[in-house]
């Protein structure tokens, strides 16, 4: 993960953290709450590939884990969101952008289970049997219904931003593919090197041969 990528990032966990705690975790919903941090790792996660979306994962989810009133054990939730971002990276499309919004639901999907799940299975190997009392059928549910609603306000604009910033086109290569800048230059002389030169015999006129 490149160092030009942190800014982002940062900010965005730090929104998303403080919405999170002062909002979100307020409503007092039933089941799950509705986990804004995961959306934003999944969404740096798809632009920035498993090794970036597993960074991102493990600094959100230790902030989730010190910030009050987290009441479990600290590095617990760092190791969710670790694997979800790793897992999610490796779904990255080329060139970071989804060509449907089904397919961005789909990890969204996938990733609010799996963490409601190993979050439990971790809970479950620390002591913490919080779960329990609640139901994990119940969590697992409310969980994919709050973040799929959640999902298409978030993620979108997360890989955007993400994108925006990034920085990653390179200088040969624009956008759409075409070459622009030196890059035209350089295919232009190559193309003049790689193309075949008409090669031109010198022709003997009458009369002129070369005498022995």
Not at 13 to 42: E, W
Not at 136 to 152: E, I, K, M, N, R
Not at 167 to 190: A, F, K
Request: hydrophobic content about 50%; glycine content about 12%; overall charge positive.
């Amino acid at each position: 993960m490149r160092f030009s990528r942190i800014p982002l990032a940062a900010v965005l966990l730090m929104i998303g953290l403080v919405i999170q705690v002062s909002v979100l975790g307020r409503l007092q919903l039933p089941g799950a709450t509705p986990d804004l941090l995961l959306l934003m790792v999944v969404g740096l996660a798809l632009v920035y590939g498993p090794t970036g979306g597993c960074l991102v994962g493990f600094a959100a989810g230790l902030l989730a884990d010190v910030a009050p009133p987290s009441d479990h054990a600290i590095g617990r939730y760092a190791l969710v969101l670790c694997l979800m971002g790793y897992a999610a990276g490796l779904l990255r499309p080329d060139g970071g952008r989804q060509r449907s919004a089904v397919s961005a639901l789909l990890v969204v999907a996938g990733a609010a289970v799996l963490s409601t799940l190993l979050y439990a299975v971790v809970g479950a190997l620390v002591g913490d049997s919080a779960a329990r009392h609640v139901g994990l059928t119940g969590l697992v549910f409310s969980a994919l219904l709050y973040d799929l609603l959640l999902a298409p306000f978030v993620v979108p604009a997360v890989m955007l931003l993400a994108r925006r910033f990034d920085g990653e086109r390179s200088p040969v290569e624009s956008e759409d593919g075409r070459s622009s800048g030196l890059g035209s230059l350089t295919r232009y002389r190559t193309t003049r090197e790689s193309s075949p030169v008409p090669s031109y015999k010198k022709k003997r006129l009458p009369g002129l041969a070369k005498r022995p």
